[in-house]
């Protein structure tokens, strides 16, 4: 392991980290708040740690794939401990494991916090939290849909039409052609949801702090009765279209911009995703019609926030579903699995591999017919390869297998097994609020510190696609050169 | 299709099923109990159907995939319409809706029951009762051991050794042999049991019922508190022993005969299902230590019985342990999807699926390390073939998709997501018993008819390893011609 290399790029992180709270500190300044101490010693510090940790003697320049793993998980670890000093600081939130698990919820885009009083939070505090899920939704887009296939890591490659597969000095080029795409696409879209929502009525501050938790899908509001706070419909409907634009593969609206209107259409994920988001918006409005609202337009309007939010792991709520009946509950449960679509800033399994396991499937079924018969599984016409399907039903498992256990361990506080299954299902896939225990209506923090710590990890090990965390913990990763 | 065929099998089953009520006759005349009519109706009745239909006119004798699945499904669904006769016929269960699904959880070794009050009912019902665990363990050893891989159905193929897959004019001896030699081992470990019940002061009725109920993995009581009911720790640890012997892989027990104690002891299946139950067994008994016997000798043997009963699928409960913590009521939870051997009379996915699906996650791993290397999932020393692989990860994903969905549908009836959720899981997998509205203290009795109906299709669906069942439930399988 190069461990120059490792640190020096962590340096960095942490200056552009640093850079980033700014807007934060001009913000408590502005406002005069007592936060804008804290911010202020948090800046410098982490620039001069950042700027001795680059100077580390990197060695070869050469990135390999033992290095880029340990870079992005351990990155995301440091930014997140970092970023949760201000909280710290500024007495915002005291405990300093409490102030992690928040900016880890943060940065994953979860949403999930441990703060019973959000309103009374100073204003640079509550834009930092918010901006930790902008910055997290952009840092997974360049992750997923740039650095991830470059490693040759998890079964992305699929979804990119374009690549050929890692050629290596063509690598950086074309991470930061795709990276630059991103970054203009996802402007684009918050500073539109912006206006939208300032034409709704809200003011700047609010509007941009929940265009931040749309956009990354992360979840977090100034409120404490999250977007439930505004009753106006057009501010629900704003946020419940934005939220499902920001689970859509971000490649989609480049596709649009260049005027490919019948590729997108013809996207089998964007499909599969819109038609998981339609059936179970009619199923939960004709449910809690009849069981709670009766009137259809207020139990489709509050349906399809409340579906939008889930599926793209948003975690956003216009009322306390929890108090939904088990039916309209068990959807939004089975929703927390799917996710977003690949190349979004949604988490969850993602709509691509529930397809590709929906048509393993199928073609299970067909050899049963034709036992001799050679049957590939395609999408977009193209024939998935054996190897990576083997990836996506490993996913899966791997997947169900940390929900398992992980709800097991989590259920030693004692909640009930509702409380602890979703509670896992909501930090491993980056939703946010759960049921029971971990409602829309309540928060994180009667859990004890060592399940802040576990819930923080399955929040890391989700938004990374697992292996990428997982593989460092095995010991073989450490032994052996590659 | 050829249905004179698909008759005539039926017909012969049907014969068959009738000869096999003769010692409920039998028992029921014996004691001069008011079912010995209503069995007596029965056996004719389906004598004479049975015979009407054997003489159906065959056409070409050749039995194809088509027919075989056909027969498969449809014969475990008829058998179980005329088992439940006699409950309807004697007032036993008034309901035919009613006698249908505990007949189906009987055939299938489920265990689960709509009976509020066991012991009221006649000895020759309750022993048809438990006979029918005993007949459904023997259909399903022949059923999973020789007909699947003869059939090429399934991923059953690889358990076999011996199978060099399907020679046309070889099948039949071979499904002889292989069935002989499961009778016997089932009938020797019946009698076994039988007899070490009895020395524990258990008289030869209920010795004979709750061994029928323990080797087929099924669960029916002949009282209300299950195996509660005997305070004896000597039966309770017979009967938590031949629980784990019946999960095994019957093939072991011949291998054992055959002196390879060697082979047992390296097969990879038996080590992952012993020692699943083993570390289970050690975390339950220590939490249900502390928080409720505060007795480590009862603490463990109720784990050992528990965890025993619920990983086999057999469903009995010496206590009820629904009111457990939810540490280990999650544990059980998850040993629920678990199940038992391949080749056993358990249920569930089967160890052996879990071991498989363990290994491609490790090769996952691997591959991540060694992009280039060609890795295989090896069992027993034997590379798994790729189409086998996505078979298993197919089952994985389906009995997930039919546990999500089914809970969503089953959650209609308004009770809580862990009912819910248990029912599906309980009777997807042949338990019985799940937790709240349908745990081990209750019946299914409250459930609506749909929901009755719906919950014996999942029973049949697990039982006959999902796939049997889904595929005829697709159009393709009744337009093509295989």
Redesign the interface.
């Known amino acids: 392991m190069n461990y120059g290399v490792v640190i020096k790029v962590l340096g960095n992180l942490l200056a552009v980290e640093a850079v980033s709270m700014i807007p934060a500190l001009a913000l408590a300044i502005y406002f005069d708040e007592g936060d804008k101490v804290a911010f202020a010693r948090c800046i410098v510090m982490m620039l001069m740690l950042g700027y001795i940790a680059s100077q580390a003697p990197q060695g070869k320049k050469k990135i390999k794939?033992k290095e880029g793993?340990t870079i992005v998980t351990l990155g995301w670890v440091v930014v997140s401990f970092f970023g949760s000093l201000p909280f710290v600081f500024s007495g915002s939130i005291p405990s300093l494991i409490d102030a992690f698990f928040e900016t880890v919820s943060g940065f994953t885009t979860t949403g999930a916090t441990i703060i019973n009083d959000i309103e009374v939070l100073p204003r640079g505090i509550l834009f930092w939290r918010s901006f930790t899920h902008w910055i997290g939704g952009m840092g997974i887009l360049v992750f997923t849909v740039a650095i991830l296939p470059a490693m040759?890591?998890g079964s992305f490659q699929l979804f990119k039409a374009e690549s050929p597969g890692p050629v290596a000095d063509k690598i950086v080029p074309r991470i930061k052609d795709t990276a630059k795409l991103l970054y203009k696409t996802y402007v684009i879209i918050t500073v539109a949801e912006i206006i939208l929502l300032m034409l709704g009525g809200m003011n700047l501050y609010e509007a941009a702090l929940h265009t931040f938790g749309t956009v990354g899908t992360g979840g977090f509001s100034t409120r404490n009765a999250s977007i439930g706070a505004f009753s106006s419909p057009y501010i629900q409907v704003v946020i419940a279209v934005f939220m499902i634009m920001s689970g859509v593969n971000f490649s989609l609206y480049y596709e649009l911009y260049k005027g490919k209107w019948k590729d997108v259409f013809k996207n089998e994920e964007l499909r599969l995703y819109l038609s998981i988001i339609g059936i179970s918006v009619i199923l939960i409005a004709i449910n809690i019609n009849t069981q709670v609202y009766q009137n259809i337009g207020v139990s489709f309007r509050h349906a399809l926030f409340q579906v939008s939010s889930i599926i793209t792991t948003t975690g956003y709520a216009t009322v306390n579903f929890d108090e939904w009946?088990?039916?309209s509950?068990?959807?939004l449960?089975?929703l927390m699995?799917v996710g977003g679509c690949a190349g979004s800033t949604g988490g969850g399994m993602k709509n691509i591999r529930i397809l590709v396991?929906?048509k393993?499937?199928k073609?299970?079924?067909?050899?049963?017919?034709?036992?001799r018969a050679v049957i590939s599984v395609k999408v977009a016409d193209r024939a998935v390869p054996?190897?990576t399907?083997?990836?996506i039903?490993?996913?899966?498992?791997?997947y169900?297998?940390i929900f398992?256990?992980g709800?097991?361990v989590i259920?030693?506080e004692?909640?009930?097994?509702?409380s602890?299954?979703s509670a896992v299902a909501a930090t491993l896939g980056n939703i946010g609020p759960g049921?029971e225990f971990v409602g829309p209506a309540t928060t994180y923090s009667k859990f004890s510190n060592p399940s802040k710590l576990l819930l923080s990890f399955f929040m890391l090990l989700g938004r990374l696609e697992l292996?990428t965390v997982?593989?460092l913990l095995?010991p073989?990763?450490w032994r052996?050169e590659?």
Chains 1, 2 share one sequence.
């Open positions: 794939a793993l040759g890591v009946s088990t039916f509950k068990g959807i449960f089975m699995f396991l929906l393993l499937i073609r299970e079924v067909s050899k049963i017919l034709h036992p054996p190897d399907l083997a990836g039903a490993s996913f899966f498992v791997l169900m297998a398992a256990l709800t097991i259920s030693l004692g909640i009930s097994l509702i602890a299954s049921f292996f997982a593989i095995t073989r990763f052996e590659i």
